[in-house]
């Protein structure tokens, strides 16, 4: 097929001086996926176990119902694997979305070069935008990544896949025999080729991983090998496919949005009026929200009073209806009205001084979801016992291989994320059900699984001034072991 010539595209080649090579190139592409697809309308051999891991891997990362665009869709059965409630498949291939056509009619395929997107896709947003086994295949990297860029929205996630060098020798070897699509010269491109490109078009990589070490069926060992050892160094570096998550670059909310401060609050009576007082105005305003939790000290009584001591703070009290730090905190958050939901504990070990960066963090757009850390400056001398502060660093490392994103600190009480973004991990939740009784990891699981971006704020951590800690260091170090198990089959080995 030729390509759609859209004015945009024209004055592009003009700009090249009328260079001949990027249409060269392209139509022998086209012409070769169209002779693939009369030669592979349904062929099964080798490549499907690998086409099924695919499909799995990206089920992982797209919910099903999202709106979806794959470019260089091919005959579209990944994209009709995520059951979304809007597909739309991109491909120059006539007879690839001819047989796309006849195999998925509930989606939408459209005939187009995927250099050439925004003029075919304006008006459409997407909550996923997937290039799987594409940009290797592109004359124009960057060209194609800034029409993404364009037609996603701040929520979009990019989801790139390409093969490793590494595999170059077996692929070719694997299309001499038959065993494998044959491919025409490829670029190539490495882990941070393609995250420079990226940054170049205007989208900011969130992590990168393999996937794929036995692209064939063999029981027992193809998810031993797909699931696992993949997982593990030095194994990972024999991957086939590397796997990248990306989103659109940062850009300011363009209004100040309104913010809810939820304080969950058992045994900290002492602690209430320098809440009141300490706590900062921020955005186009800002709200208290008290969520009791059974208190034995007065602490209920303590908030009324300094409720009714300043009208004018926006403040409400509500009292918990189960157990658990989690449990108080989802109580709070169904009640917030702000646009941005923050978490402060009430023993002010976190100052309430700094939640201002926090909020910028958020305003700014550099991070979804921002995650306090106590483990870079210097802490007060009883701030944290140092059995609690080696267990912090090893959960830390341990944290940090399992989410994919750098987490220095995983129980620190401070953080903060949209409401829409809250309202997305909510949804959720059952992917991995009520299980933390902190709250902390639901919402770090759960921003993880939507691969938000995290940021981690530095925070002076400050001596408890009245009361004592909740946390019982040994038996919820063990419950934070399971917890990991747990999250490591969910997250890591599926």
Known sequence: MAMIEQPAATADRLAMGHDSAPERYQASRIAHWDRVARRWPSRKGPGRAYQARLQRVHRFLVAPGARVLEVGCGAGDLLAALAPAEGTGVDFSPEMLREARARHPQLTFVEADAHDLEQVLAGKRFDAIILSDLVNDLWDVQRVLEQVARVAEAKTRVILGFYSRVWAPLLAFAQRAGW????????????????????????????????????????????????????????????????????????????????????????????????????????????????????????????????????VRRAKLLRQPGRGKADAVRTGFEAATGEVLMILDADLTVPPEDLPRFYQAIRSGHGEFVNGVRLVYPMEQQAMRPANFVGNKFFSLLFSWLLGQPIKDTLCGTKVMSREAYSRLAANRAYFGDFDPFGDFDLLFGAAKLNLQIVEMPVRYRERVYGTTNIQRWRHGLLLLRMSVFAAARLKFF
């Open 180 to 311: 494998a699509r044959p491919l025409l010269p490829q670029n190539w491109l490495t882990v941070s080729d393609v995250e420079n490109l990226l940054e170049l078009a205007g989208l900011q990589p969130i992590r990168h991983w393999q996937e794929v070490l036995l692209p064939l069926r063999v029981p027992l060992l193809e998810p031993l090998c797909n699931r696992f050892l993949v997982r593990l160094w030095p194994f990972r570096l024999l991957a086939l496919s590397n796997m990248m998550v990306a989103r659109r670059a940062p850009r300011p909310l363009t209004a100040e949005p309104r913010v809810s401060v939820v304080v969950p609050a058992r045994n900290e009576a002492g602690n209430v009026p320098a809440i009141f007082d300490r706590v900062p105005e921020m955005g186009a305003g800002t709200e208290l929200i008290f969520v009791e939790g059974h208190s034995t000290d007065g602490t209920r009584e303590a908030i009324e009073r300094a409720i009714a001591a300043q009208p």
